[in-house]
């Protein structure tokens, strides 16, 4: 009898663990983030000329290929986070947001993705190639894009190749922000890069 009522205390408690842990783990939400580009604010670059460039999809490290937004935590430790994820796959955001933001600053030119581009024989234009190595937050409070990117002319030579390294600090030292802010770096590259194509076709 005493056994039987142990038994019964047992798997009582047993029953009230189980749907603690169940209900502790429902509790935790997952927050999707996107780089949306509807409401881009960027302005035309002067005496722009004309031409056609044509954009190769971004290159990420591979730690970067990943649904969780990166947070690097020392200058060897970096953290994957599990809830807090890219909605969507983020070289397709980052390809889709560039785009975008060079057909703004360039209205004159036509931007095309590579994988979109069969040239006829003749024709001139330019190749933009970016390789993304962070794109992340830092444990001190900062967004961090950086990695290389390189221009080709119409003549197939590289006229630009250069690194690039843009940071801001997060002021509220969430994900949220730490998203926008790592939009706002990708953006100020592209405004960068409009800049030296202008000069470049010059």
């Avoid at 955001?93 to 006829?120: C, K, M, R």
Wanted: proline share 2%.
């Amino acid at each position: 009898m005493m056994k039987s009522l142990i038994r019964r205390v047992l798997l009582a408690a047993a029953g009230i663990t189980l749907m603690a842990c169940s209900n502790n783990q429902s509790a935790i939400e997952t927050y999707y983030y996107a780089l949306g580009a509807d409401d881009l604010a960027v302005s035309a670059i002067d005496n722009q000329g004309q031409g056609t460039l044509v954009v190769k999809p971004v290159e990420l490290s591979d730690y970067l290929n990943s649904s969780g937004v990166v947070m690097q935590m020392t200058d060897n430790q970096i953290h994957i986070a599990e809830q807090h994820l890219w909605a969507g796959n983020l070289n397709q955001q980052l390809d889709s947001l560039g785009q975008e933001a060079l057909t703004l600053h360039l209205p004159q030119w036509s931007i095309i993705e590579s994988t979109d581009f069969y040239p006829n024989e003749g024709d001139k234009y330019w190749i933009l190639a970016i390789n993304v190595n962070r794109f992340q937050g830092r444990l001190e409070g900062s967004a961090v894009v950086s990695g290389r990117w390189s221009l080709v002319n119409p003549d197939g030579v590289v006229v630009k190749d250069e690194l690039f390294n843009h940071q801001l600090n997060i002021p509220r030292g969430d994900y949220s922000d730490l998203v926008e802010k790592l939009k706002q770096n990708w953006l100020n590259l592209h405004r960068a890069i409009a800049q030296q194509v202008v000069n470049s076709s010059k």
